[in-house]
């Protein structure tokens, strides 16, 4: 069975700080890939999202994403966090002929004004 | 645009009842999947709908079951409620064949007691 990991549980950043959150996948084969977060009070929001192509994604709010294959890893970047992006974090993969999505455990960010 | 709309917001059962969970997708969304998100951990596939009928099923027993109506709204059914059963249900909408983007709802926090 696939499996998502996300490296850290807990991140805590000061304002203008950069951030970047790992996340690897066990599954052989095509994938597609996504970021979601999870505001407080908030509803799960797609960041952004990888199906093929240019391994470097940007999605809302100022993040982009990097897809290494050869390294089953796609790890999510900011390089200046703002107070607003303080969020449950979740990375998440399907199989590329599959809508199944596998969460890993998410990664709590706080940013400190 | 309405998004995914779920209800009821919260809902407290005890051991042994049996809930309903309601979801309504997308608009221009025809298939439907639940996830269970437990507290501190990402969500976890329950299952999928689509033209009515379940396509594809997480690692959940059957007292997890479900329906797709003809106007692509669904129901989760859970019976004989456990305490592990208390988490936040989320219901997740795409278009079949189209996109594997998935759109969520805010969720239906169950406390089983």
């Known amino acids: 069975a696939q499996s998502v990991s996300q490296h850290n549980h807990h991140v805590i950043l000061s304002e203008a700080a950069s951030l970047e959150l790992g996340c690897n996948y066990s599954?052989?084969?095509?994938?597609?890939l996504f970021w979601y977060v999870q505001y407080p009070g908030q509803h799960l929001q797609l960041l952004l999202k990888?199906?093929?192509?240019?391994?470097l994604v940007k999605g809302i709010k100022g993040f982009e994403a990097e897809f290494i294959k050869s390294k089953f890893s796609f790890n999510l970047r900011k390089p200046s966090v703002q107070w607003s992006d303080t969020a449950e974090y979740f990375c998440?993969?399907?199989?590329?002929?599959?809508?199944?999505?596998?969460f890993g455990a998410g990664t709590t960010v706080t940013v400190r004004a | 645009d309405a998004g995914v709309t779920q209800s009821p917001t919260h809902l407290i059962k005890t051991r042994g009842q049996q809930v309903t969970l309601r979801c309504s997708p997308k608009?221009?969304?025809?298939?439907v999947s639940w996830y269970q998100q437990a507290l501190g951990q990402g969500p976890q596939f329950i299952f999928q709908?689509?033209?009515?009928?379940?396509?594809q099923r997480g690692n959940f027993p059957d007292r997890f079951s479900g329906h797709q109506f003809p106007n692509y709204s669904s129901e989760l059914n859970v019976n004989a409620l456990l305490l592990g059963d208390s988490a936040l249900y989320l219901c997740?909408?795409?278009?079949?064949?189209?996109?594997?983007?998935?759109?969520f709802g805010p969720g239906t926090r169950l406390t089983v007691t």
């Open positions: 998440a993969v399907n199989p590329g002929n599959d809508y199944k999505l596998s």
């Open positions: 709908y689509y033209e009515e009928e379940e396509r």
């Open positions: 599954y052989g084969g095509t994938v597609n």
């Open positions: 608009s221009g969304h025809d298939t």
């Open positions: 997740a909408s795409n278009s079949f064949g189209f996109t594997y983007e998935q759109y």
């Open positions: 990888y199906f093929s192509g240019d391994p």
